[in-house]
């Protein structure tokens, strides 16, 4: 939580004599938290054939001057919903490629309920949520296509959404970035902005615009033992379904390698097979709506290079967030995320029964709310906090500019210290 890496040691086996803290956090010997991105071939997905409209059967004769007035009150209503596209498109790229100056407000997403809410098809499911998702893939260690992801239609102005860390490279040394739709057509693709720090990005497709946009849900409605299904491009193998359950809710997480910056993730846990490729591709429930983004499997260390596939354990970041990180991207090309100013552990065996402070920077929130060096935080707002990690996750749930409060022990006292968080880009 310092202005700067919130207190994140990488891990780096040169450094000899120094305390090292993992840039994964590791629930038990032997396993680890690993972003799924791939590199492997892509595939494609042939669409299932589209339904026709339904035909109204009867009914009475209508009158002939009905008809001209309908046409003309279609060509109204068709005029004026070309006006409202033709403010959308022209509010594109306000501030660089893809970004709308209203955010979200200013595409069209999709907010209902594809199925109902007693659907048990995973079938249904499948069938709404393929044509809105897309394999990713990107420019790597010079390689077009090198590395593989997943991700899913945002609107219907061509943004998608995807993991940060399956574009980085490519965008970082201005490599080719492209999307697969479930058809198998490609089109090429801009980022828009990235955040590190929730391993969230938009991606723009100025030729597909015609893609429909996934409907938006709510992780925080979801119960543990919930049915959810996974899409994605598992191993370079696209429009790829999985299902399980809802594993647990809020697990605190933090995902990176010494190639990437760590986000910290306050996760859904699933059991629906994640593997490598899955990485940016929507964690849906059974009324077709996206709740998450897949992110993170625990691995045990063995195949694929070094790293294992699903074991079950697997993690998405929630919608919730995503909205939050899109919309700001969306505005200003880039997203903010709140810090106090202060260092903590996050790694590392401890008897501390919280988040030990370990340092206060100067002319920070947190200097300015009066917490200390030692302090050991025990809960933001209510919310239970076990160690340097769960802190993060915490904090970072808020919005910069929120004051929250956190109970915390100084000389074995407890006490409630608020604090007004600051902001920071990334």
Avoid: C
């Amino acid at each position: 939580m310092s202005d700067h890496h919130e207190g994140q040691h990488r891990a780096d086996p040169s450094d000899a004599g120094e305390p090292t803290q993992p840039i994964v956090r590791t629930p038990s010997a032997g396993a680890s938290w690993l972003p799924p991105v791939h590199q492997a071939p892509p595939g494609h997905w042939q669409a299932p054939p589209t339904q026709p409209l339904a035909t109204p059967q009867g009914g009475s004769r209508v009158a002939g001057w009905v008809w001209p007035a309908v046409a003309g009150l279609a060509l109204v209503i068709g005029l004026l919903g070309g006006i409202g596209g033709a403010v959308l498109v022209d509010d594109l790229d306000s501030l660089g490629p893809g970004t709308v100056s209203d955010g979200l407000q200013g595409v069209q997403t999709r907010e209902d309920a594809p199925l109902a809410g007693g659907n048990r098809s995973l079938v249904a499911v499948a069938d709404q949520l393929l044509p809105s998702t897309v394999q990713i893939l990107a420019e790597y260690d010079g390689a077009e296509g090198g590395a593989t992801g997943s991700g899913f239609v945002l609107d219907r102005q061509g943004h998608i959404i995807t993991n940060n860390h399956v574009v980085q490279q490519a965008d970082e040394n201005d490599g080719l970035i492209q999307v697969v739709d479930d058809k198998g057509n490609r089109y090429d693709v801009e980022v828009v902005g990235r955040s590190a720090v929730y391993d969230l990005a938009v991606l723009y497709a100025r030729d597909a615009r015609g893609l429909p946009p996934a409907a938006l849900g709510a992780s925080r409605r979801l119960a543990v033992g919930e049915s959810v299904v996974a899409f994605g491009s598992p191993l370079g193998l696209s429009s790829t379904v999985t299902s399980g359950i809802v594993s647990a809710l809020n697990r605190p997480v933090t995902t990176g390698d010494s190639a990437n910056d760590s986000s910290y993730i306050n996760a859904v846990q699933t059991d629906a097979a994640i593997n490598p490729g899955n990485s940016g591709g929507p964690l849906v429930n059974l009324q077709g709506q996206v709740v998450g983004v897949n992110s993170a499997i625990a691995t045990t260390g063995s195949a694929l290079g070094g790293r294992s596939g699903n074991i079950g354990v697997g993690f998405a970041i929630p919608i919730e967030q995503v909205r939050v990180t899109a919309d700001q991207i969306l505005r200003t090309g880039e997203a903010r995320y709140p810090v106090i100013g202060a260092q903590v552990q996050t790694g590392g065996e401890s008897n501390v029964n919280g988040a030990r402070i370990d340092q206060v920077l100067a002319d920070t929130p947190a200097e300015a709310s009066g917490l200390q060096e030692g302090d050991v935080v025990t809960e933001v707002n209510g919310q239970r906090v076990t160690d340097g990690i769960s802190l993060i996750v915490a904090i970072r749930s808020y919005q910069p500019g929120e004051t929250i409060d956190f109970t915390l022990t100084r000389d074995g006292d407890e006490q409630v210290v608020s604090v007004t968080l600051g902001a920071e880009t990334g």
